[in-house]
């Protein structure tokens, strides 16, 4: 077996034990003072196999619960003394995939001999820039915004109700604190289409987005037409990534109070 055919089978082996949770695995074929640049702090880097294993558990943790690490492409070349690899993993849960599907994370590794067997002196794990990814979700849930003012005006309730959680908290403006479940809400937006004996329109002209992973907050200025009336209140919309699609979980309406 040739140098580079080891060394694929090395880091093969490694990329199993990671995704097994076989810490033993992973540390093997590691040199007793490899260097790791890693995704999450330090800066710096951790040094030496005792730090680089306590890396481990918490990734181990997050990873049972669905995530994936699996080797996507595989590049070695090797020396006689030294050798370099580069790879790219699929490294995330399903959520994450299902809104950036080419996401990987990105591996480098430095390899030396030593007694004669190859080992990894250094690792370099790495994302790309993930704000794109936050731009990708803020124009998502734009997007679920512009569907609720397109089946508004189409009095569509069922419509409204599609990215609306199962157990969403809503704080309307009248009536109990909080409207628990989408029954109560879709039974509050059924109330609101019926009032308009005519067109009814709804949009919120200052929409303002923030997304940060799974989550995302919406505010601004809710607008709606109805027979000809305007009303405008204040909107807080929190949403969480689910199955695939950003799910509104709490809402908060409310109009300011006027003092007599």
Not at 24 to 39: E, Q, R, T
Not at 146 to 169: H, P, R, S
């Amino acid at each position: 077996m040739d140098d580079e055919q080891q060394i694929r089978d090395l880091i093969e082996r490694w990329a199993l034990a990671v995704h097994t949770g076989d810490m033993a695995g992973v540390l093997a074929d590691h040199a007793p003072d490899i260097v790791m640049f890693d995704v999450p702090p330090p800066e710096d880097g951790v040094r030496g196999l005792a730090d680089y294993e306590q890396t481990w558990p918490g990734f181990f943790e997050w990873q049972a619960s669905g995530a994936s690490f699996e080797i996507v492409s595989l590049d070695v070349t090797a020396g006689a003394e030294v050798a370099f690899a580069v790879a790219l993993l699929r490294c995330g849960t399903p959520d994450e995939f299902a809104r950036t599907p080419n996401r990987r994370l990105r591996l480098t590794l430095g390899l030396r001999r030593d007694d004669g067997r190859w080992v990894v002196a250094h690792e370099h794990h790495s994302f790309t820039d993930d704000g794109v990814a936050e731009e990708a979700s803020v124009e998502q849930v734009r997007a679920v915004h512009e569907q609720w003012f397109e089946q508004t005006a189409a009095k569509d309730l069922e419509g409204m109700m599609a990215n609306i959680a199962d157990d969403v908290v809503s704080y309307e403006h009248a009536g109990p604190m909080s409207y628990e479940g989408v029954d109560a809400v879709r039974e509050i937006c059924r109330s609101g289409l019926e009032s308009a004996s005519g067109e009814i329109a709804f949009d919120v002209p200052d929409l303002r987005v923030r997304a940060d992973g799974d989550l995302a907050v919406a505010w601004g200025i809710d607008r709606i037409v109805a027979d000809g009336a305007e009303s405008r209140s204040r909107a807080t919309r929190v949403f969480e990534w689910r199955e695939g699609e950003w799910q509104m979980i709490h809402q908060h309406l409310s109009f300011p109070v006027t003092e007599s």
